[in-house]
């Protein structure tokens, strides 16, 4: 795939030649873009603010399975033509996205080869890291979640040694490791506690990653 500079690459992520003649959405916080209800028709494209993708268990509680990023595909579940979405997508913020209908990829699919082998490598990357978060749940510690958690984050921040990433809440890290939220708090507070980390009103700023890579361990 073709690899753009500056603002294209943030707000496109490559994929830009699918939002030829397309009309963005917006969305306000906390807007349901979609739900396993619905009728899995469109792949989507966002391009400005952030998503989060939810699973619900049968008690009622929430599972982010990732948070999707500016130049980021979701709803890929459209092209296989399964029926419905099966996540919430919820705007974690006011949010832009681009609508892709499922007939009109085919199209474009059927023009450009090499764009159905992007999106086929984009959809196992999807597949893979929602693996590997089941995977986190199953056999480790909230702690050791909660450090790998904070550590990708900084990684797709950019990876700095003392990570300043943009703070989330409690019950958002909570619904990203599958914990409750109390739990978290309290985690977190040891983490503060040991020096590992410091939480301001904007800003989580990790100042031992050493230290949390040793608890992602655990």
Sequence with gaps: MRQLNGRA????????????????RTYRRGTLIYSPSQPADDLLLLSGGQIGLHLIS????????????????????AL????????????LAPVTVYHLPRSDMQLLIARDPALGMDLLEDLMRHRQAVSHLFDEVA???????????LLGMAQSEGGAQAARLPRRSHRQLAERINAYR?????????????????????????????????????
């Design 80 to 91: 296989a033509g399964a029926g419905t979405y099966d996540t919430f997508a919820e705007a």
């Design 9 to 24: 690459a943030e707000e496109f992520g490559g994929w830009e030649q699918l939002t030829i003649r397309r009309v963005p």
């Design 139 to 149: 056999f480790k510690s909230v702690p050791a979640r909660l450090a790998t958690l």
């Design 182 to 218: 109390e739990t978290v708090t309290k985690v977190i507070n040891q983490f503060r506690a040991a020096h590992l980390l410091e939480i301001d009103s904007s800003f989580i700023t990790l100042l031992n990653p050493r230290g949390l890579e040793e608890l992602a361990q655990g």
């Design 58 to 77: 049968d008690e009622g509680r929430a599972l982010t399975i990732r948070v999707v990023e500016p130049g980021q595909l979701f709803g890929q579940i």
